[in-house]
Structures are given as C-alpha cells and as structure tokens.
T-cell receptor, first 110, second 117 residues
Framework: QSALTQPPSASGSPGQSVTISCTGT?????????ISWYQKHPGKAPQLIIY???NRPSGVPDRFSGSKSGNTASLTVSGLQPDDEGDYYC??????????FGGGTVLTVL | VQLQQWGAGLLKPSETLALTCAVY????????WTWIRQSPGKGLEWIGE?????????SPSLKSRFTISVDTSKNQFSLRVTSVSAADSAMYYC????FGSGGLMYWGQGTLVTVSP
C-alpha cells in the first residue's frame, strides 16, 4: 500500500498556471473516482480543494481544477497568486476500505 | 461544523497514545470519522476511520496497534495507539468524510504528539 507519487516541488510566476501530478496504480486512481486534493499551509490543517476528481467545495476558487487520466490525477492552479503557495496533497480510495495520500508537493509562487 | 481534538502531547516510548475528537454541529451519522497524521517533514498518512455504528477501517500497515472508537452519546470519536515509539511522533488530525465521498471537508485543529524517553 504505497503512497501515491507526487513531484516534490512545483513553481510558477504570478498569473501563470501550474499542474501537479499524482500517480497511482490500477488499484487506486485507475479504479476509482474518489480522488481528492488538499492545500496545506504551515501550522494549519489541510483544506479540501477538489473532491471526486474535479469537484470544488463551496468557496474554493475556480482557478483550482482537477482531472484524471488512467492511473494519474492532476491538479491545475490557474492565475497563480502568492497565497497559493503551500503544500498540496492528493488522496485516493485504494479499495478494501482503505485510503492513501500522496507524498505532497511544495508549490512556490516565484 | 467544528471538530475539536485533544489528548496528551508528550509520551514516553511504550506508552499509550489517546486522542479524542469532538464534533459540534451537523449530524454524527452519515459520515466516516477519520484520523490522519503527519510526521515531521513528511506527508499526510491515513490512519483509519469509523462510522457512527462503530464500524472501523484501518490502514493495513498500521492496523495492529491502532484502535478507533466512537461515543455517539457525546458526538466524539477517539484514537488509541499502544506501544508508541519515536516513529509515532507526528501531528495528528481528525476529520470528517461523508458516506459515498472521498473528500475530507472538515478537520480538527491538530494535536502534536511527541514520543521521547
């Protein structure tokens, strides 16, 4: 039950777009659409920004979007803003009543 | 909806960690109540979850020492970890997941647990 694979870091300039990948297997991302993304700032609890691959909770800007292809899910942040800096984590259902997180990606707004 | 958690923050190796998460607002049924942890410098780790009926699921890699329980009379759920070691030092979070969804929408504030001789 390995963690999902995310790039350790990503970056972009204000106004640009950045995409963070999350790679799993046919047993998790490839089989289920229960894929979520979380934003985490230091010292704070994670915040849900995407659920069920592409749905945004109320209050989350539409600059955040999610997608999935095969065993890989992706989070795209458009129109980067300084406040978008932080850690981003993906999560997926892995079957057998078990959930798994990715290792996290540190997003830097240059 | 608010989740407020508490528990001992400093433990010695071999002791038992006990954390409780109280739920304020919203229904207690219809959700899975989840524990997640983050070790220093590492990513999030799913520990397990429980529903209002007491049916619990655990991470296969953590199962043996971890127990999640629920007290519906108080709208609380708890995590117990036996025989802790330094590897269990982490920030522990409680969170809520609706049935039929994977999103953890509401989180507790986190409890920092340190295991040190």
């Amino acid at each position: 039950q390995s963690a999902l694979t995310q790039p350790p870091s990503a970056s972009g300039s204000p106004g640009q777009s950045v995409t963070i990948s999350c790679t799993g297997t046919s047993s998790d991302i490839g089989s289920f659409n229960y894929i979520s993304w979380y934003q985490k700032h230091p010292g704070k609890a994670p915040q849900l920004i995407i659920y069920e691959v592409r749905n945004r909770p109320s209050g989350v800007p539409d600059r955040f979007s999610g997608s999935k292809s095969g065993n890989t899910a992706s989070l795209t942040v458009s129109g980067l803003q300084p406040d978008d800096e932080g850690d981003y984590y993906c999560s997926s259902y892995a079957g057998s009543n078990f959930w798994v997180f990715g290792g996290g990606t540190v997003l830097t707004v240059l | 909806v608010q989740l407020q958690q508490w528990g001992a923050g400093l433990l010695k190796p071999s002791e038992t960690l006990a954390l409780t998460c109280a739920v304020y607002g919203g229904s207690f049924s219809g959700y899975y109540w989840t524990w997640i942890r983050q070790s220093p410098g590492k990513g999030l780790e799913w520990i397990g979850e429980i529903n209002h009926s007491g049916s619990a699921n655990y991470s296969p890699s953590l199962k043996s020492r971890f127990t999640i329980s629920v007290d519906t009379s108080k709208n609380q759920f708890s995590l117990r970890v036996t025989s802790v070691s330094a590897a269990d030092s982490a920030m522990y979070y409680c969170a809520r997941r609706p049935f039929g969804s994977g999103g953890l929408m509401y989180w507790g504030q986190g409890t920092l647990v340190t295991v040190s001789p």
